[in-house]
């Protein structure tokens, strides 16, 4: 999915709006939170604003990041 971050409210934690994600059956929306491990959101160092491209899994009630990279 693409989106934008909004915040980094926690290590393991960034808030983003994207856009419609198709295989998850999601709309657009302004604010979604995705979980990480932290070395990885800390590796990318997403800023608010960094507009992304993630790959994300469902868990339970919950995504989950897998991937992240910062777009132009």
Known sequence: MR???VARPASN???VNHEPVAGLGMG???LMAVFAEPAL???ADPKPGDRLRL???SD??????LRL????
Do not use: P, Q, Y
Request: aromatic share 0%; charged share 35%; no cysteine.
């Open 3 to 5: 989106g934008t971050v």
């Open 13 to 15: 934690l960034i808030l």
């Open 28 to 30: 657009a929306m302004e």
């Open 41 to 43: 959101l800390d590796a």
């Open 55 to 57: 790959a994300v899994r």
């Open 60 to 65: 339970g009630d919950r995504l989950v990041l």
């Open 69 to 72: 990279e910062k777009r132009d």
